[in-house]
């Protein structure tokens, strides 16, 4: 059995709770065992580049740090995922990477749902640099900081953005584009009719389905 470290690159110990109870099922189907960890040094949400570029160092210091088998850096921005993949030869997974290639093959356009516009002009320039632009349906912001998202119940705003993304932009498969939105999933799901992505279930998948396949770096 290997281990998978899920990175919550801030300070939020509800949001690494959160994620952990949305990680049950990915659990119950993996025989690897999945560790979720918050960051102290680190702000408590990452809203701002300015906030992504304080977290690069404490996530590069964790994964350095840490013996594990393969890691999920759980930010929808996946902060210094290239910086971190150059430091490590186990896998290394961004959530927000995982969800757009879960998204593909489930639809043709996928809107996200965002919790400000700061986010949104980010996961902009990321879909640019991965060359998956031409696929955004739309990104729509619910106007929450992360500290405000934990301390609330949002499933109304959630739900009438995932509307908003479905029946005036045309996705047809949503993104919760942070990693403390997950447990709203199946509600939105079961209520819009599509398919909705919890980018840190996508993401500890794909992490498991890496290490069972035995996909890795080779020297050379």
Do not use: W
Request: proline share 4%; aromatic share 4%; charged share 20%.
């Amino acid at each position: 059995m290997a281990k998978i470290l899920v990175i919550n690159p801030n300070s939020s110990v509800s949001v690494t709770r959160s994620m952990q109870a949305c990680l049950g099922s990915v659990r119950a189907a993996t025989r690897h065992a999945v560790e979720c960890v918050e960051l102290s040094k680190s702000p408590p949400g990452i809203e701002t580049d300015a906030h992504v570029a304080v977290v690069v160092p404490n996530i590069v210091e964790a994964v350095s740090a840490s013996s594990a088998d393969a890691f999920v850096l759980a930010c929808f921005s996946d902060p210094g995922i290239a910086e971190v993949r150059r430091r490590t030869a186990s896998p290394v997974v961004g959530i927000a990477e995982s969800a757009y290639l879960t998204a593909l093959g489930l639809g043709s356009r996928f809107g996200i749902i965002s919790l400000g516009q700061s986010s949104i002009d980010r996961h902009l320039r990321y879909l640019r640099t991965l060359e998956l632009d031409r696929r955004l349906a739309g990104d729509r912001s619910i106007n929450k900081t992360v500290v405000e998202l934990m301390a609330s119940d949002v499933v109304d705003v959630v739900s009438r953005t995932g509307r908003q993304l479905r029946d005036d932009d045309g996705a047809d498969v949503l993104i919760l584009g942070c990693a403390g939105l997950g447990s709203y999933r199946e509600a939105l799901q079961d209520s819009l009719g599509m398919p909705v992505i919890d980018p840190v279930q996508a993401g500890v998948a794909l992490a498991a389905s890496t290490l069972d396949l035995g996909y890795r770096k080779t020297a050379g």
